[in-house]
T-cell receptor, first 112, second 114 residues
Framework: DQQVKQNSPSLSVQEGRISILNCDYTNSMFDYFLWYKKYPAEGPTFLIS?????DKNEDGRFTVFLNKSAKHLSLHIVPSQPGDSAVYFC???????????FGGGTRVLVKP | NAGVTQTPKFQVLKTGQSMTLQCAQD?????MYWYRQDPGMGLRLIYY???????DKGEVPNGYNVSRLNKREFSLRLESAAPSQTSVYFCASSEIGRPGNTIYFGEGSWLTVV
């Protein structure tokens, strides 16, 4: 029973265009949602987060949108760059227990 | 700036063998975690330690044991390895109460059980 799902295992986009990564969750008790980026042979690194009481958070080229009624969040990368090619994990955080629950990941390829 | 260091980086085990993955962090974090990453499954929490002296099961604890040796170190033990435990293992640490942007991961340990 996956509480956090990323239904698109891969995404290919042209450099300079927008990348949109999607994530769905089932538990309405999560306090924060986060996106992590992972390069091969490295550990995941934090990218951006959003509180469950917000609907948008922006940091440079990265924007996360949260739709609580749909239990859905998305990450927009604009403009996409070749260095953005990586696996992106959506994660949900519950303060009680201090734990992160991850989605399955989306592999993004940005073509020059 | 070591951050989270885990060893070994690569290991091949035979079914039934035991081994311990070591993890240490130098950020004075209270909480430490062990995750495994499998294709299409994301990172799944095996065990975690919210603070020194405590450990709790995560999503997939079966076949594993952990020890929070002190505030810095959190080890993961496979008592009798099985092929289903072939995976990439990540140790992580964080401060209690922070929403996850202060969770730092090690570089991973690739384990193959044959």
């Amino acid at each position: 029973d996956q509480q956090v799902k990323q239904n698109s295992p891969s995404l290919s986009v042209q450099e300079g265009r927008i990348s949109i990564l999607n994530c769905d969750y089932t538990n309405s008790m999560f306090d924060y949602f986060l996106w992590y980026k992972k390069y091969p042979a490295e550990g995941p690194t934090f990218l951006i987060s959003i509180s469950s009481i917000k609907d948008k958070n922006e940091d440079g080229r990265f924007t996360v949108f949260l739709n609580k009624s749909a239990k859905h969040l998305s990450l927009h990368i604009v403009p996409s760059q070749p260095g953005d090619s990586a696996v992106y994990f959506c994660a949900a955080f519950k303060a009680a227990g201090n734990k992160l629950t991850f989605g399955g990941g989306t592999r993004v390829l940005v073509k020059p | 700036n070591a951050g989270v260091t885990q060893t070994p980086k690569f290991q091949v085990l035979k079914t039934g063998q035991s081994m311990t993955l070591q993890c240490a962090q130098d950020m004075n974090h209270n909480s430490m975690y062990w995750y495994r990453q499998d294709p299409g499954m994301g990172l799944r929490l095996i065990y975690y330690s919210a603070s020194e002296g405590t450990t709790d099961k995560g999503e997939v604890p079966n076949g594993y044991n952990v020890s929070r040796l002190n505030k810095r170190e959190f080890s993961l033990r496979l008592e009798s390895a099985a092929p289903s435990q072939t995976s990439v293992y990540f140790c992580a640490s964080s401060e209690i109460g922070r929403p996850g942007n202060t969770i730092y991961f090690g570089e991973g340990s690739w384990l193959t059980v044959v």
